[in-house]
């Protein structure tokens, strides 16, 4: 046996039938490995890889310092978490759960084991998905949840998302005090005795069922309609799980009690794989092709294809003419759900979402809110009390919440969405997204990027790309191809966006933790973009050169 993880994992990347075996090693070293770890809160918790910095000990580290945070006396602390104080948490509980990755049921239970040592009632979900796990907070009232997972991460990697009571992904306040305790204690070489929950002294729960509840209570999707569609309608819905959590989800919202199971809905990749087949769990146009095969067998009127990722919080569409991104779907969501629905408010969208999106809310007279990157930037307008409440919250990397709904971005809610307007609208995805983009323009989002050198990761970065927004601002005008345009606007929440007088737009981020820059943009016709894109390159190189 290799005396690390990293080289076994190396080997099963390199052939992952051959060396599956390897496996059993990396179990053994996620117990025997008592090196600590740096441990960072991204944009949805801790990920590390499995037997080399996300080990037993560390999980339980990162666990004491949750419950460090939970007992902290600072207000602003517990303002964020939505308590009173620890006897508070005990009290109301927390939810956990986990993936179906390599040892998610053993690390979990060792969450749970330090938990009920300190008196704080647990309900144990399970295998289970990230809106389940958001929904289950509110439905129980719950003080927070731990899900393990590392979200859609490849198959090395596990991870733990922390959600206060409102459900939703925590905040800087939260995180930084987690991350802070965590670091200490890995510094000091901290190790933590392995604990065993005893039988009864957690409960279990089925989150499936409440989150079933939950879409019932919200009343944003029609589940009735959805599930009549379903039974009665000329469809065929093709759902891949990746191998992940989701599987069995959808079964159970698509189908009512009394129902029987249809093969109208056809459900792939459910079975237990820790390696994903070898791909990357993702919901990307590559991992679609076996959904579009299908859809392509059927004579149904009506045909939708998903995938989703392995904790069910990303969802990527298809029908038989196209793939339908979240740059689009999000925009056709906010549509329906004002039209056909309805609702007011605002449109939440991350900076380098399309603008596809603003198109159509200019047309209604929807505010349009733009965001940092990551979906805990939505919490202003996803909470119910919101003066500027979204009626849809969408980012380009295949997350969306709506009205009323979680504040986590759900998958689940992702599908029955698609479902609901296609039963209301009497269209396939594409013929509807047609109809919109005829009526409010078309929209060429794509992304790439660049690498730099490694020393200039972080600050020095930040600091010369700033350079841009000084040399470009609104009024000036940059040359994209043999073409002038004026600049229309100039964003720089997340990195900077210069959106330009035709409405097309570049937006240059550099990576807080990789030599690299990622350029986001927008054409107005497909052969636009790679004259936006070498736009972007250069006005990055640029800035770097600049001293």
């Not at 104080?85 to 109301?92: A, E, G, T, W």
């Not at 499936?208 to 999707?221: A, C, K, N, P, S």
């Not at 799980?241 to 079964?251: E, K």
């Not at 570049?506 to 016709?525: C, W």
Request: contains cysteine.
């Amino acid at each position: 046996m290799a005396d690390n993880a990293k080289e076994l994992w190396k080997a099963i990347k390199e052939d992952h039938i051959k060396n599956v075996h390897l496996l059993s090693d990396i179990r053994q070293l996620a117990g025997t490995n008592k090196d600590p770890a740096l441990v960072t809160f991204g944009t949805s918790g801790w990920r590390g890889e499995i037997g080399t910095d996300f080990t037993f000990n560390n999980v339980r580290v990162v666990t004491g310092a949750i419950i460090h945070t939970l007992s902290s006396d600072n207000a602003e602390i517990k303002k964020a978490l939505g308590i009173r104080d620890m006897d508070d948490v005990r009290q109301r509980g927390i939810v956990i759960g986990h993936d179906n990755r390599l040892l998610g049921p053993e690390f979990a239970m060792e969450v749970i084991s330090m938990m009920t040592a300190e008196g704080i009632k647990t309900y144990y979900a399970g295998e289970t998905s990230t809106p389940e796990i958001s929904a289950a907070v509110e439905m129980l009232k719950a003080a927070c949840a731990i899900n393990l997972t590392p979200s859609h991460n490849p198959s090395n990697y596990a991870g733990m998302k922390f959600n206060p009571s409102d459900g939703g992904p925590a905040g800087p306040e939260i995180t930084d005090s987690i991350q802070s305790e965590a670091n200490r204690m890995m510094g000091e070489g901290t190790i933590i005795p392995e604990q065993t929950a005893a039988d009864g002294s957690y409960e279990k729960i089925d989150t499936i069922d409440l989150y079933l509840r939950y879409i019932e209570e919200r009343g944003t999707i029609d589940l009735q309609k959805v599930r009549d569609f379903v039974r009665n309608g000329d469809c065929f819905i093709v759902i891949d799980h990746v191998h992940g959590s989701t599987r069995g989800r959808p079964a159970r919202l698509l189908f009512g009690p009394d129902d029987s199971p249809s093969d109208k809905v056809m459900f792939l990749r459910t079975e237990d794989d820790f390696l994903f087949g070898g791909v990357a769990p993702e919901p990307s146009e590559d991992n679609m092709a076996t959904v579009e095969k299908e859809i392509a067998r059927s004579k149904a009127r009506f045909r939708l294809g998903v995938i989703m990722d392995p904790d069910g919080d990303r969802i990527r569409f298809a029908d038989p003419s196209t793939q339908i991104a979240m740059n689009y779907f999000g925009a056709m969501a906010l549509h329906f759900m004002h039209v056909h629905k309805q609702i007011d408010g605002v449109v939440a969208k991350s900076v380098g979402t399309s603008n596809f999106v603003n198109a159509i809310a200019s047309k209604h007279d929807i505010p349009v809110m733009e965001t940092k990157v990551g979906f805990k930037n939505f919490r202003p307008y996803m909470l119910k009390g919101a003066d500027k409440r979204a009626i849809v919250a969408f980012e380009e990397s295949d997350g969306i919440s709506g009205f009323n709904h979680t504040l986590e971005k759900d998958a689940l809610f992702g599908l029955l969405l698609a479902i609901e307007m296609m039963a209301t609208t009497g269209k396939n995805l594409s013929e509807y997204l047609d109809e919109l983009l005829e009526k409010y323009g078309r929209y060429y989002p794509d992304r790439s990027g660049i690498e730099v050198d490694r020393e200039l990761v972080g600050s020095p970065l930040r600091e010369k790309l700033a350079s841009i927004n000084k040399r470009y601002p609104v009024g000036s005008t940059i040359k994209i191809g043999k073409k002038e345009l004026k600049v229309k606007d100039v964003i720089d929440v997340d990195g900077i966006k210069i959106v330009l007088e035709d409405d097309s737009w570049l937006m240059i981020r550099p990576s807080g933790t990789e030599p690299k820059v990622r350029f986001y943009i927008e054409a107005r016709t497909p052969e636009g973009k790679d004259e936006i894109f070498r736009t972007a390159s250069k006005l990055t190189e640029e800035a770097i050169r600049n001293k």
